[in-house]
Nanobody, 122 residues
């Protein structure tokens, strides 16, 4: 497992942008697939995006395709989520997740961050 810390959340107007960051501890970050999930009040946690250890494989939820971009910098032990054209329905707590394979990250990741709040005003 890795220790994950998210940052970058905040309040933004509809149509605006935010970039979330997730920094991992440990020297094996580059061997982990990394993902982002979100949970809005009263709703279940949902998958947003995942990126493989190399960055060569990326999957997005349909709801964010074309608006969100996941990327990683293995030298900085950090994964990013660039969120553009934000809408009120994107408001949620965003969580970073990690595991050895992209499929596992999408289903049952072994490591979670504590989350960062994203609020979108209309």
């Amino acid at each position: 497992q890795v220790h994950l810390v998210e940052s970058g959340g905040g309040l933004v107007q509809a149509g605006g942008s935010l970039r979330l960051s997730c920094t991992a501890s440990g020297r094996t970050f580059s061997s982990y697939a990394m993902g982002w999930f979100r949970q809005a009040p009263g709703k279940e946690r949902e998958f947003v995006a995942v990126i493989s250890w190399s960055g060569g494989s990326i999957v997005y939820a349909d709801s964010v395709k074309g608006r969100f971009t996941i990327s990683r910098d293995n030298a900085k032990n950090t994964v990013y989520l660039q969120m553009n054209s934000l809408q009120p329905e994107d408001a949620a707590v965003y969580y970073c997740a990690a595991d050895r394979h992209t499929v596992v990250v999408q289903l049952t990741p072994g490591s979670w961050g504590q989350g960062t709040q994203v609020t979108v005003s209309s």
